[in-house]
């Protein structure tokens, strides 16, 4: 059993050593802990979109969304679409973003949190495969496991909440697209926000 | 919790209501920034430009970003609330500092302290003895480990005089101007490559050369990896970015222990360059004459050259040094013609090399181009002036082995060589003076490749050279020249004032580059080497005693040289330039200057309108217009689809400009717009950061 974790440990590094996140290409495999204790790998939810999103509760580019709203508003209309959304935090111990599972809790309760799982990536192994440099950072992946969009959440680099209104949504566009089994317009952009506190 | 809440306080309130001078956000009792405005100028004057410097002085450990922030983080920007007819330049950024932090993310910033500058154009109807209040708010991102984004609403209120003066922090904006990116080309090759998506620069080595750093500026979406600087044992440097090309960046470097920098476009080398720009105007290449047309025109050109203003007084020491000549026997004759006609080869076929040294290093270089360096000219000048005041007699030069200063000693004295640097230095006058058939010939010439452009040059020096040939092959017809004689001497002092002429022209040269200052500065230190040469001309004849020579010698060298380090080193150099930059006369685009008159017309008949709105102290506009508008492929685009090309040029305070720049809802230069063909009511306005590719995809949408 431990010969067989380890195993499984050994090849999942490697494959996320090979990986880079290109679109186009298959996403790179990962299983994390939620912060309810439960484990999920992306291989799960093949067969549905799977939307991933860099957080960091403390960082004022992911307040923007969180504080006003606007990404709860934007979890709970797709994940009621069957798409699957996850939360990843790539904060290592100490730094900003990083909480027990026990503290996480009660914050995502208080700020209603509307994701399949908020997910907890300590040591960063999951944020380095994907490459993820700034929260927020959006990635989508189809149901045959393929990115079809990486980069930021919208074309307003700002932390300001007031400038959500009037900006392109991106990840609402290319699902958008991709549902309706059109090809993604905006597929890649260059994502804002504050750097990943790995 | 209560802590945390105290933080959150202190956070928010970033200090709301009346503006100060000085501002600061603060997060636990510590000043994370600090901004206030600085003035280059204590008073301002009317329409005259002048620098606000945004000074952000940060918290030790915390970092505030670049124009391009990296991986994470966003750029300060500033909103400014101008008083009505003032004008705003974009910020100019100095060079930042590269960051890595944990997980491969690279950053720029600045920590300590940044001045962001901004050019400010004042309003030209403000009434000395009054005050202005300029206002911005300014918001930034300001991170340690953590990020935290800040704002300041910060203003300045300063007086208004008839002249301006400096306040005491035009030192401090001086300095951070030097370290803003340069819109020239850098001083040195950078030569890149491009292959599998990575782009490759290659800076040969050199002791004055650095500390070499890049920093990409990509255009929206473009995406860049980490710039990877690597310097070879020899000394050389080489700069590898992941990104396709092109690719805007500043390169940075420490050249003679000063920090410099540079706008500069990653692209592959000349080769693609010259591929694009044929590509692109077939009609540029076939409106040009054929080969042996071209070669004529030069010949014609060159001989041309003898009659210009600019070399009638070399052309009257020519005469001169024949007339000295005539005594000798005809194949002596013959030989001198040679001789000086292998100088004028010389100089154009070394010229020649030089420009096509120069186009195989991608550098755009027009004819000429050696009278737009400000040094050059100065040196002309100044060996000019002491030939002239030799001519006169102010003094005599006796020691073997002088320069160009006496020609006609040289021809007479030391035979070949002297008529051979008497070709060289005639032609070296003529360049400037291209005529209209030597202007298409060279035309012709640069689009051409090496070995044409020698030959172009080898024709022009032909022409140039071929009356002295024929004259000194038909040495007959010296004898209509006059006898030597007495009147030699009366001949020899009035020949100095063609020569005095030649001076006020090449100060008419330095005036249209260096402005007022300039033409002063060059004038005193022309005066000092008067005076130097009239002590060595009075005190070192052959009379003196050793003693009284060796000191005149001494006091004559003092004076040209202390007049050499206090006129040039300080009063020159410093000159500024004038509005009319001598690359902008050398313009190739035919711009119509601007009026709202003029482009109601042109909008009325339908034409498609191409509208530049710019101003000399705008580097960004400089470095769009270098890069991205005057290239061959647009200038081709804009001649094809005859679309109208207007300069409005904002140098200096123009109310009509303004309220163009208003109707657009613009405070500040760089801008353009273009106006379709037929459809003056649907305006494409381009982004203030130009690639070629941007202006003629827009320029493509005019038809």
Same mark, same amino acid.
């Given at each position: 059993?431990?010969?067989?974790?380890?195993?499984?440990?050994?090849?999942?590094?490697?494959?996320?050593?090979?990986? !880079?996140? *290109?679109?186009? %290409?298959?996403?790179? +495999?990962? =299983?994390?802990? &939620?912060?309810?204790?439960? /484990?999920?790998?992306? @291989?799960?939810?093949?067969?549905?979109?799977?939307?991933?999103?860099?957080?960091?509760?403390?960082?004022?580019?992911?307040?923007?969304?969180?504080? !006003?709203? *606007?990404?709860? %508003?934007?979890?709970? +209309?797709? =994940?009621?679409? &069957?798409?699957?959304?996850? /939360?990843?935090?790539? @904060?290592?111990?100490?730094?900003?973003?990083?909480?027990?599972?026990?503290?996480?809790?009660?914050?995502?309760?208080?700020?209603?949190?509307?994701?399949?799982?908020?997910?907890?990536?300590?040591?960063?192994?999951?944020?380095?495969?994907?490459?993820?440099?700034?929260?927020?950072?959006?990635?989508?992946?189809?149901?045959?496991?393929?990115?079809?969009?990486?980069?930021?959440?919208?074309?307003?680099?700002?932390?300001?909440?007031?400038?959500?209104?009037?900006?392109?949504?991106?990840?609402?566009?290319?699902?958008?697209?991709?549902?309706?089994?059109?090809?993604?317009?905006?597929?890649?952009?260059?994502?804002?926000?504050?750097?990943?506190?790995? | 919790?209560?802590?945390?809440?105290?933080?959150?306080?202190?956070?928010?309130?970033?200090?709301?209501?009346?503006?100060?001078?000085?501002?600061?956000?603060?997060?636990?009792?510590?000043?994370?920034?600090?901004?206030?405005?600085?003035?280059?100028?204590?008073?301002?004057?009317?329409?005259?430009?002048?620098?606000?410097?945004?000074?952000?002085?940060?918290?030790?450990?915390?970092?505030?970003?670049?124009?391009?922030?990296?991986?994470?983080?966003?750029?300060?920007?500033?909103?400014?609330?101008?008083?009505?007819?003032?004008?705003?330049?974009?910020?100019?950024?100095?060079?930042?500092?590269?960051?890595?932090?944990?997980?491969?993310?690279?950053?720029?910033?600045?920590?300590?302290?940044?001045?962001?500058?901004?050019?400010?154009?004042?309003?030209?109807?403000?009434?000395?003895?009054?005050?202005?209040?300029?206002?911005?708010?300014?918001?930034?991102?300001?991170?340690?480990?953590?990020?935290?984004?800040?704002?300041?609403?910060?203003?300045?209120?300063?007086?208004?005089?008839?002249?301006?003066?400096?306040?005491?922090?035009?030192?401090?904006?001086?300095?951070?101007?030097?370290?803003?990116?340069?819109?020239?080309?850098?001083?040195?090759?950078?030569?890149?490559?491009?292959?599998?998506?990575?782009?490759?620069?290659?800076?040969?080595?050199?002791?004055?050369?650095?500390?070499?750093?890049?920093?990409?500026?990509?255009?929206?979406?473009?995406?860049?990896?980490?710039?990877?600087?690597?310097?070879?044992?020899?000394?050389?440097?080489?700069?590898?970015?992941?990104?396709?090309?092109?690719?805007?960046?500043?390169?940075?470097?420490?050249?003679?222990?000063?920090?410099?920098?540079?706008?500069?476009?990653?692209?592959?080398?000349?080769?693609?360059?010259?591929?694009?720009?044929?590509?692109?105007?077939?009609?540029?290449?076939?409106?040009?004459?054929?080969?042996?047309?071209?070669?004529?025109?030069?010949?014609?050109?060159?001989?041309?050259?003898?009659?210009?203003?600019?070399?009638?007084?070399?052309?009257?020491?020519?005469?001169?040094?024949?007339?000295?000549?005539?005594?000798?026997?005809?194949?002596?004759?013959?030989?001198?013609?040679?001789?000086?006609?292998?100088?004028?080869?010389?100089?154009?076929?070394?010229?020649?090399?030089?420009?096509?040294?120069?186009?195989?290093?991608?550098?755009?270089?027009?004819?000429?181009?050696?009278?737009?360096?400000?040094?050059?000219?100065?040196?002309?000048?100044?060996?000019?002036?002491?030939?002239?005041?030799?001519?006169?007699?102010?003094?005599?030069?006796?020691?073997?082995?002088?320069?160009?200063?006496?020609?006609?000693?040289?021809?007479?004295?030391?035979?070949?060589?002297?008529?051979?640097?008497?070709?060289?230095?005639?032609?070296?006058?003529?360049?400037?003076?291209?005529?209209?058939?030597?202007?298409?010939?060279?035309?012709?010439?640069?689009?051409?490749?090496?070995?044409?452009?020698?030959?172009?040059?080898?024709?022009?020096?032909?022409?140039?050279?071929?009356?002295?040939?024929?004259?000194?092959?038909?040495?007959?017809?010296?004898?209509?020249?006059?006898?030597?004689?007495?009147?030699?001497?009366?001949?020899?002092?009035?020949?100095?004032?063609?020569?005095?002429?030649?001076?006020?022209?090449?100060?008419?040269?330095?005036?249209?580059?260096?402005?007022?200052?300039?033409?002063?500065?060059?004038?005193?230190?022309?005066?000092?080497?008067?005076?130097?040469?009239?002590?060595?001309?009075?005190?070192?004849?052959?009379?003196?005693?050793?003693?009284?020579?060796?000191?005149?010698?001494?006091?004559?060298?003092?004076?040209?040289?202390?007049?050499?380090?206090?006129?040039?080193?300080?009063?020159?150099?410093?000159?500024?330039?004038?509005?009319?930059?001598?690359?902008?006369?050398?313009?190739?685009?035919?711009?119509?200057?601007?009026?709202?008159?003029?482009?109601?017309?042109?909008?009325?008949?339908?034409?498609?309108?191409?509208?530049?709105?710019?101003?000399?102290?705008?580097?960004?506009?400089?470095?769009?217009?270098?890069?991205?508008?005057?290239?061959?492929?647009?200038?081709?685009?804009?001649?094809?689809?005859?679309?109208?090309?207007?300069?409005?040029?904002?140098?200096?305070?123009?109310?009509?400009?303004?309220?163009?720049?208003?109707?657009?809802?613009?405070?500040?230069?760089?801008?353009?717009?273009?106006?379709?063909?037929?459809?003056?009511?649907?305006?494409?306005?381009?982004?203030?950061?130009?690639?070629?590719?941007?202006?003629?995809?827009?320029?493509?949408?005019?038809?």
């Amino acid at each position: 059993m431990k010969l067989h974790l380890i195993a499984t440990a050994l090849l999942f590094t490697a494959t996320m050593a090979i990986a !880079s996140p *290109e679109v186009g %290409k298959p996403a790179p +495999a990962f =299983t994390l802990t &939620d912060s309810n204790g439960k /484990s999920h790998s992306l @291989s799960d939810f093949k067969g549905k979109f799977v939307v991933l999103e860099w957080v960091n509760l403390g960082c004022p580019f992911v307040k923007k969304f969180y504080d !006003s709203g *606007e990404m709860q %508003k934007l979890q709970a +209309a797709h =994940t009621g679409k &069957d798409v699957v959304w996850l /939360s990843i935090c790539s @904060s290592a111990e100490g730094k900003q973003g990083h909480h027990t599972p026990a503290e996480l809790q009660a914050k995502l309760e208080s700020i209603g949190y509307k994701g399949t799982g908020y997910l907890i990536d300590a040591d960063g192994t999951v944020g380095k495969a994907y490459e993820a440099r700034t929260t927020p950072e959006m990635f989508v992946i189809n149901p045959e496991g393929v990115l079809i969009y990486k980069g930021a959440i919208d074309d307003k680099p700002s932390t300001d909440s007031a400038d959500i209104a009037a900006a392109r949504n991106f990840v609402a566009a290319a699902l958008g697209e991709a549902t309706s089994g059109q090809a993604v317009t905006t597929a890649e952009t260059k994502s804002y926000g504050c750097s990943v506190k790995y | 919790m209560f802590r945390s809440w105290l933080t959150i306080l202190a956070v928010t309130i970033i200090i709301c209501g009346t503006p100060h001078a000085s501002v600061a956000q603060v997060l636990d009792g510590k000043t994370l920034v600090k901004a206030e405005l600085i003035s280059s100028a204590r008073a301002i004057a009317p329409g005259e430009t002048f620098y606000i410097g945004l000074k952000l002085t940060m918290e030790p450990g915390w970092h505030t970003y670049w124009e391009y922030p990296g991986d994470a983080g966003i750029p300060t920007k500033i909103k400014w609330d101008l008083p009505p007819g003032f004008g705003a330049g974009p910020i100019e950024w100095p060079i930042p500092k590269a960051k890595l932090e944990p997980g491969d993310i690279e950053v720029y910033g600045y920590s300590g302290e940044v001045v962001l500058l901004i050019a400010i154009q004042p309003s030209a109807d403000l009434a000395p003895g009054t005050e202005v209040t300029l206002r911005a708010a300014a918001s930034w991102l300001v991170c340690e480990e953590i990020c935290i984004p800040g704002s300041a609403k910060v203003e300045i209120t300063l007086p208004v005089a008839a002249t301006a003066s400096a306040s005491e922090f035009a030192k401090t904006i001086a300095d951070w101007q030097t370290r803003v990116p340069s819109a020239e080309p850098p001083p040195f090759d950078v030569a890149w490559s491009e292959s599998e998506g990575l782009l490759t620069a290659q800076i040969p080595a050199s002791t004055e050369i650095q500390d070499v750093r890049f920093f990409p500026l990509p255009g929206d979406n473009q995406s860049v990896g980490h710039p990877i600087v690597t310097k070879s044992p020899d000394g050389a440097y080489s700069v590898k970015v992941k990104s396709g090309a092109p690719l805007r960046g500043v390169i940075a470097a420490k050249v003679n222990g000063e920090e410099r920098s540079w706008l500069v476009v990653a692209q592959s080398g000349a080769a693609e360059m010259a591929e694009t720009s044929s590509d692109a105007s077939p009609g540029l290449i076939e409106a040009l004459p054929p080969l042996w047309q071209a070669l004529l025109f030069g010949f014609l050109g060159g001989i041309i050259l003898n009659l210009m203003p600019c070399v009638l007084p070399v052309i009257s020491l020519k005469i001169f040094g024949f007339i000295r000549q005539a005594g000798d026997d005809p194949r002596q004759i013959l030989l001198h013609g040679v001789a000086f006609s292998s100088g004028i080869f010389f100089w154009f076929l070394g010229l020649g090399a030089v420009i096509v040294a120069l186009k195989a290093s991608g550098t755009e270089v027009t004819w000429a181009f050696q009278f737009q360096n400000p040094m050059f000219i100065l040196v002309i000048a100044a060996v000019v002036f002491v030939f002239a005041l030799n001519l006169c007699g102010v003094f005599e030069l006796t020691l073997p082995g002088k320069a160009v200063g006496t020609m006609s000693d040289l021809s007479g004295k030391e035979g070949f060589s002297g008529s051979f640097f008497q070709g060289v230095f005639a032609t070296l006058l003529a360049t400037p003076c291209t005529g209209p058939f030597l202007g298409t010939a060279l035309g012709f010439a640069f689009s051409q490749p090496g070995g044409v452009v020698m030959a172009m040059f080898g024709s022009i020096a032909l022409g140039m050279a071929s009356p002295y040939l024929l004259l000194s092959a038909r040495p007959g017809w010296m004898k209509f020249l006059p006898k030597p004689g007495a009147w030699m001497e009366k001949l020899k002092q009035f020949m100095a004032f063609p020569l005095f002429a030649t001076l006020l022209w090449l100060l008419s040269i330095l005036g249209g580059q260096k402005g007022i200052d300039g033409i002063l500065w060059t004038s005193a230190f022309l005066l000092s080497l008067g005076l130097a040469v009239w002590i060595y001309g009075a005190f070192c004849g052959p009379l003196s005693s050793v003693r009284t020579r060796i000191v005149a010698v001494l006091c004559a060298l003092g004076v040209a040289v202390g007049g050499g380090w206090f006129f040039i080193g300080s009063g020159f150099l410093a000159a500024t330039a004038s509005a009319q930059s001598a690359a902008e006369s050398k313009d190739a685009i035919r711009w119509q200057p601007f009026s709202q008159a003029l482009v109601d017309e042109l909008l009325a008949a339908g034409k498609p309108v191409f509208i530049d709105f710019t101003a000399d102290w705008c580097i960004t506009c400089k470095f769009n217009e270098r890069t991205a508008i005057n290239t061959p492929a647009v200038r081709a685009l804009i001649e094809e689809l005859g679309v109208v090309p207007v300069k409005a040029d904002w140098t200096n305070s123009n109310p009509e400009i303004t309220a163009a720049l208003k109707a657009f809802g613009r405070v500040g230069v760089p801008f353009y717009v273009i106006y379709p063909a037929g459809r003056a009511n649907e305006p494409i306005t381009l982004p203030e950061i130009l690639t070629e590719s941007i202006v003629i995809e827009a320029l493509k949408k005019s038809r």
